[in-house]
Each structure stands twice: as C-alpha cells, then as structure tokens.
C-alpha cells in the first residue's frame, strides 16, 4: 500500500478533472483519473483506492449506480459526490446510500480538501475501531504479551517501531516464549491488520509437501493433485505470512523463497502463470542461526533478507519478576474454564515457582497452573509439582516394545532404516512421534524413509 491516500477522480469533464487533480495532488494525494463509469470501476479493481469522487452524471452510468457498484468491490470506500445545482436532492439521495458528503459545481478547491479530509479521517477512525475490536476479542495486541520487565518492555517496544513499517522481522526465542504472540501483535498493530495473518510451520510439513503449501500447485502438478490449490503466499495477499521453525525449511526451498522474498513473484507447482502478491513476511525459530550458518545449513543472503529487524524474547527464568502476574492471569483463566472457585496461590506457593528453572518457558508455566488448578482441593494453591524434563521425555515416548535384532555385517544405513521402522510402528505409525523420540527432525524422517508404512 502507498503511504499516501489514493483517490480516484471520476468526471466526464477534463478540464474539472485536471483543476481538481493538481488541487488533490498539491495536498499529498495520489490521484486516479477516470471519465466514465466503466474506467472507474476498473480503476477500483486495479489500484488501491481509498476515497472515490464521482460526478453524480456520467456518460454511460448514473452517479448512484456507479457508487453502489464501488461498495460491492470496495466496502470500506468513502465516496463523495459532484453534483450540479439542479441535483441537491439525488445527491442527498446518494449520501442516504452511503456517500460521505457532495460538493456543488463549480468545484471550490478548499471547500474540496476539507470534505476529502474529514472522509479520511471518517475513514481511518472506522479502521482504528475495527481494529481495536479484533484486538480485544482476539486477545492479540500487545496486552497479550503479558510482563513488565525491562527485557519484555523493550520487546513491546521493538513491536511499537515495527509494527506499522513492511520491514521483515526475524523472531528468536526458545521454545515456548510466545514467538506466535509477537507476530499477532505486529500484524493487529500494522496498516495490514485488516488482510489475512497466515501462519505455517517449516518444521511439521515434509519438505516434499512444503513447498505446496507456500506456493500452491495447478492440478496435475503432482499424483495426488487433483485439483488447483493456492499456496499460503497467495492466501497472505494483502496481509502478513508468518513462517515457524524457518531455520528447518531446506537450502532448495530457501533459494526458492528467496525470489519471492526480492520481487514478489513466484509460480505455484506444474504452473506457467507468474503470480504477484503483496506479503510482509515475519520468520521465527528457536534455532542457532550463526550456527546453522557456519554449518551451510542455512543461506546467509536469506538470513540477511528476513532479518531486516530482530525480536529477540527472553527466557522466562530471565525475566522471573513477571512471573506473579503470569501465574495469576493463568491462574483466574484456569479456574474460570474449570469452574473451580480458586483465587490465589500460596506464598509458598509462588516461592516454587520463582525458584523453578523454567525449561518450557511461558507455555510451561500456564501447563503448571493448569495442573495444580485440576488438583487443588480448596480455593487455593499451597504447592506445585513440576515434571523433570526426563519424565516428560518418558511421557511421550511409547510403551517399550521387543528388542531389535540386527545381523552382524548390516549397513548403517540398513541398521538406521530398521530402527525408524521399528520406532514407527511402536508409535502406532505416528512419524512425528517417533521422530521426537530419535531426536531427528521431521523433514529428515520423510525425506529419508519415505516409504516407511502410513
């Protein structure tokens, strides 16, 4: 989108036209030209109009009809009218349908910028609504980064600058810190927040599928594509694109997101079309990136490209004096889903959780207050109990099951293909699982052992 406002100038009259235009263009104002309904509403479709100004008679449309037909493409149009001294009441008429306001002819250039100016600002105080609105029934401005120490504060200042620029931002953080959080905050708080926020995890889809989900594929592109299907660049149009886990997404697949990360433009699978969009992108992970980076496991003119700003968030054992005020919110949520007449948490209480070291972060901490609310038998909790990290390992992992054999003189790789199998089919064919519990990543499971059983 421009910085400035566009307007779309509709008159027959060339001379009323080019007057009006150079009085609209002085003021800092895109403008448009059109002299017939017909170039009007193409107009609409092609560029970014904000307000429109249409003469209410035309050669080929009635001024009313023209300004219903703009509503159809453009709800959040403002429309002023041009009429003559004979058309009060019809223009009256338009404003009952939605027309901001009219100006007489012959057109007088300040009575002109004040009616555009007042529709603007009409204009951006119903945006600025809508958008507080969503923010208080989605939860996901910056009230939901909840904490006021000085780490967190100057994330949400970070988010302040950023927010309302293009830029691209890199979000690090570990697991659990609210990565996801941050990115809804950017998109609400930006002048994207009325297109989509897409989001999508470079680490839960097999790098075969992955590039399907980004850029789409035309039907036929591959066997199981039965139908055309846009990817999630063409669904982010407009809006933003968050990429998860960006540092597991392949060197091929990097080289790929790159060009359309420097002009826009990319093709969906077994397609011919060039595809233009418009996507602020956000990328977020956990990982090392200097390190992926040494390791060549990871583009450095990419990492340059998406890494135009940085959000860094704290560990919660960072930043251990927002820890009262985290429990307690997670604590009243809890209880209310729970119907359990809970308030408080003991002092000792709380003294467990400040001296907690936190490994799961945030997330870890809400999944705690959740537990004791579940176990508590009064209106408070006394005490908390936590799980070591090798007990949470124990709980995702699968019952054991038989011994694998293997003969003396197998390949690793033959040994290594055994094994997953093995661990596949004690997961009751769950890959993810069994790649958690081999600790290799998703991808190298699929990329790998692909034809391991369903």
């Given at each position: 989108m421009p910085i400035e406002p566009t307007i779309l100038l509709v008159d027959d009259d060339e001379r009323l036209r080019?007057?009006?235009g150079k009085v609209l263009a002085a003021a800092g104002y895109r403008v448009v030209n059109a002299s017939s309904g017909r170039e009007?509403?193409?107009a609409l479709r092609e560029h970014p109009v904000a307000l429109a100004i249409f003469d209410l008679r035309l050669p080929d449309v009635d001024g009313i009809a023209l300004l219903q037909q703009a509503r159809q493409l453009r709800p959040d149009i403002e429309v002023v009218m041009i009429t003559g001294h004979g058309s009060v009441e019809k223009a009256?008429?338009?404003?009952?349908?939605?027309?901001?306001?009219?100006?007489?002819?012959?057109?007088?250039?300040?009575?002109?910028?004040?009616?555009?100016?007042?529709?603007?600002?009409?204009q951006k105080l119903s945006r600025d609504n809508k958008r507080l609105r969503r923010e208080l029934d989605q939860g996901r401005g910056l009230e939901a980064l909840m904490g006021d120490s000085p780490s967190m504060q100057a994330v949400k200042v970070l988010i302040r600058q950023a927010a309302p620029t293009d830029v691209n931002v890199l979000i690090q953080g570990e697991s659990g810190t609210g990565k996801e959080l941050v990115a809804d905050a950017l998109h609400s708080l930006s002048g994207r927040s009325d297109g989509p926020l897409v989001k999508i995890s470079c680490a839960a889809i097999p790098e075969t599928l992955l590039e399907s989900e980004l850029f789409g594929h035309e039907r036929g592109a591959f066997t199981d594509a039965a139908a055309?299907?846009?990817?999630?660049?063409?669904?982010?149009?407009?809006?933003?694109?968050?990429?998860?886990?960006?540092?597991?997404m392949s060197p091929s697949l990097q080289a790929k997101l790159l060009r359309v990360l420097q002009d826009g433009r990319f093709q969906r699978l077994g397609g011919t079309k060039e595809l233009q969009v418009d996507v602020r992108l956000l990328a977020a992970t956990h990982a090392d990136i200097p390190q992926a980076l040494a390791e060549g496991k990871f583009r450095s003119d990419l990492y340059y490209r998406i890494n135009t700003l940085q959000i860094s968030l704290p560990a919660l054992r960072d930043r251990?004096?927002?820890?009262?005020?985290?429990?307690?919110h997670f604590l009243s949520r809890s209880a209310a889903a729970m119907s359990k007449p809970i308030r408080t948490i003991g002092p000792r209480a709380l003294d467990q959780l400040l001296a907690h070291s936190w490994p799961g972060n945030v997330r870890e901490l809400e999944h705690v207050i959740q537990r004791a609310v579940v176990l508590a038998p009064g209106d408070a909790i006394t005490s908390f109990t936590f799980a070591p990290a090798t007990a949470i390992a124990a709980e995702r992992a699968p019952p054991i099951g038989p011994h694998l054999s293997l003969p003396i003189g197998s390949t690793m790789d033959?040994?290594?293909?055994?094994?997953?199998?093995?661990?596949?089919e004690q997961c009751g064919g769950n890959k993810l699982k069994a790649a958690q519990i081999l600790g290799i990543p998703p991808r190298t499971m699929?990329?790998?052992f692909a034809d391991l059983k369903p």
């Open positions: 080019r007057a009006a009007a509403l193409a009256v008429e338009a404003m009952r349908l939605g027309a901001y306001d009219f100006v007489e002819k012959p057109v007088d250039s300040t009575a002109l910028l004040k009616v555009v100016g007042k529709a603007l600002e009409r055309a299907k846009p990817g999630k660049f063409e669904l982010a149009d407009g809006g933003t694109l968050l990429l998860d886990e960006i540092a597991e251990r004096e927002d820890i009262p005020l985290l429990a307690g033959e040994a290594t293909k055994r094994l997953v199998q093995a661990t596949v699929y990329r790998h």
